[in-house]
């Protein structure tokens, strides 16, 4: 079956920081790849995507690549900012019309 | 334009009882996902629902857990007889249709089950 590992937390960086939250997957045949992210006291919301090999999929300074070799889909951002501060998921979708398989989440934590 | 919402936002139930949770999808989307986020077992996926359909019903966790969706709108997930182990986070979360990723899946805010 379908399964995401991704780092667990919290991880801790200080403003301004770079950061990377490793995914990695396992699925048959070929998935698309998503991050979601949860702020406090708010619902889980799509932060960016990818559907095929090589694909980056970028949103609020965040990218993430889809790397079919090493069957990864990695989260950098350069510089982080306090406002960053959530629960980041890593979640994949096969090709039929079933549901996301998510990772276990990671609690990032931003220090000024 | 109006999210998905659920109800109630929070529960608590003795152990034993029946709960009904409720979702509302966004308007014209025809697919229907519901979620448990539990501290042990991260997000799960239950059930969807294209249209009224539920092709799948093998992600429920047990035959005390059932879905329906009527009318190609609202969605009410059942549990009977709860247990100390429902305990979670039920969401739910609807895109224009299923089997496409290109479709992006839009979540509620949540139902907080507690079983006592």
């Known amino acids: 079956g379908n399964s995401v590992t991704q780092m667990e937390g919290p991880v801790t960086l200080s403003e301004e920081a770079f950061l990377t939250i490793n995914c990695t997957y396992t699925?048959?045949?070929?998935?698309?790849l998503f991050w979601y992210v949860q702020y406090p006291g708010e619902g889980l919301q799509l932060l960016l995507k990818?559907?095929?090999?090589?694909d980056k999929g970028s949103n609020k300074g965040f990218e993430a690549t889809y790397r079919k070799e090493t069957t990864s889909f990695h989260l950098e951002k350069g510089s982080v900012q306090v406002s960053d501060s959530a629960v980041y998921f890593c979640?994949?979708?096969?090709?039929?019309?079933?549901?996301?398989?998510f990772g276990k989440g990671t609690h990032l934590i931003i220090q000024p | 334009g109006a999210g998905v919402s659920q109800s109630p936002s929070n529960k608590v139930t003795e152990k034993g009882k029946d709960v009904e949770l409720r979702c509302d999808p966004i308007?014209?989307?025809?697919?229907l996902y519901w979620y448990r986020q539990s501290l042990g077992q991260g997000l799960e996926f239950l059930i969807y629902?294209?249209?009224?359909?539920?092709?799948?019903k093998s992600g429920l966790p047990s035959d005390r857990f059932s879905a329906e969706r009527t009318g190609g709108s609202v969605s009410t997930l059942t549990i009977q007889r709860t247990q100390q182990e429902d305990s979670a986070v039920y969401l739910c979360?609807?895109?224009?249709?299923?089997?496409?990723?290109?479709?992006?899946?839009?979540f509620g805010p949540g139902t907080r089950l507690t079983v006592t």
């Open positions: 629902f294209q249209g009224n359909s539920a092709p799948d």
């Open positions: 990818a559907t095929k090999a090589d």
């Open positions: 308007s014209g989307h025809t697919a």
């Open positions: 979640a994949l979708k096969g090709g039929g019309a079933d549901g996301l398989t």
């Open positions: 699925a048959t045949g070929y998935p698309s």
């Open positions: 979360a609807s895109t224009l249709r299923a089997g496409l990723a290109i479709y992006e899946q839009y």
